[in-house]
């Protein structure tokens, strides 16, 4: 479940801001509702039509449980993306609504460099370990990603 507590828009931004009993998630089947902990809004930038603050951090909890998920981890969920999009629709003018597709590029951008992000890790914690097959390995798995990001451009 994805509602604002409220929109602010001003010039630049759509502000969706949140609060507790309007955002919940499901992880791993178990439903974790949304705590203004840290990042409370989804900032939306009108000119380049993207989310700008991808890299915040939201917090959820369920009982004593908390788990935090970036903006970027949420923007890869198509449900997400579904319910952003119809919240801040009425704020962009008619020739200016959010593109499901450029959206969705978005998100497969950012998939694909936390990708890339969690490999060179396991690539140093290989080279920390000294497990010269893992990183045969993910090296391997890191040219291939490579070679496929440099086709795409």
């Known amino acids: 479940m994805l509602k604002p507590y409220y929109v602010k ?5 759509i502000r969706v801001v949140l609060a507790y009993q309007y955002f919940s998630l499901f992880i791993d089947q178990e439903l974790y509702q949304f705590v203004p902990m840290e990042s409370r809004e ?5 000119n380049r039509k993207r989310v700008h603050n991808v890299f915040d951090i939201f917090v959820f909890q369920r009982g004593k449980k908390i788990v935090y998920v970036s903006v970027a981890d949420l923007l890869a ?4 993306i579904t319910h952003l999009d119809s919240i801040v ?13 450029g959206n969705m590029n978005e ?4 998939i694909q460099e ?5 490999l060179r890790r ?4 290989a080279i920390d370990e000294d497990d010269r097959e893992a990183f045969a390995q993910l ?12 086709s795409h451009s």
């Open 139 to 150: 090296t391997k798995l890191w040219n291939k990603l490579d070679r496929e990001q440099s």
């Open 89 to 101: 629709s009425p704020y962009y003018d008619d020739d200016e609504q959010l593109e499901g597709q």
């Open 77 to 80: 969920l198509p449900e997400f």
């Open 9 to 13: 828009e001003d010039k630049r931004f």
């Open 107 to 110: 998100a497969n951008e950012l």
């Open 122 to 125: 396991l690539i140093d914690r």
């Open 114 to 118: 936390l990708e890339k992000e969690n």
């Open 42 to 46: 989804i900032i939306i930038d009108r």
